[in-house]
């Protein structure tokens, strides 16, 4: 079975920085892109940041030059780095992973996998 673990949420002021961490666990064949969403309070998800397995990323515009994303693909662990924070930052941060689990019958998917969301507070 395959899990998304995040860490490194918290409670930060105006221009403030955190780290977010996901790591991957279980039975993994392999890890293709990996991305981190957010939802606001009356909001749908929206996409953040991803990366490919080759390092490639991409940012919604409200956080490109304050969010950096990058991955450790020896310890199947994704990161965003969140610099220069806003009270509109503020939301439940999830991470995603297209992931090919091992299966006695080989490898299959890649599938969607979701982490659990950890809480970025952006607040004086």
């Known amino acids: 079975q395959v899990q998304l673990v995040e860490s490194g949420g918290g409670l930060v002021q105006p221009g403030g920085s955190l780290r977010l961490s996901c790591a991957a666990s279980?039975?993994?064949?392999?890890?293709?892109?990996m991305a981190w969403y957010r939802q606001a309070p009356g909001k749908e998800r929206e996409l953040v940041a991803g990366?490919?397995?080759?390092?490639?990323?991409n940012y919604a515009d409200s956080v490109k030059g304050r969010f950096t994303i990058s991955r450790d693909n020896a310890k199947n662990t994704v990161y965003l780095q969140m610099n220069s924070l806003k009270p509109e930052d503020t939301a439940v941060y999830y991470c995603?992973?297209?992931?090919?689990?091992?299966?006695?019958?080989?490898?299959?998917?890649?599938?969607?996998?979701w982490g659990q969301g950890t809480q970025v507070t952006v607040s004086s």
């Open positions: 279980g039975s993994i064949f392999s890890i293709n892109a």
């Open positions: 990366i490919s397995s080759g390092g490639t990323t």
């Open positions: 995603n992973g297209a992931i090919s689990p091992k299966t006695v019958f080989g490898p299959y998917g890649p599938y969607d996998y």
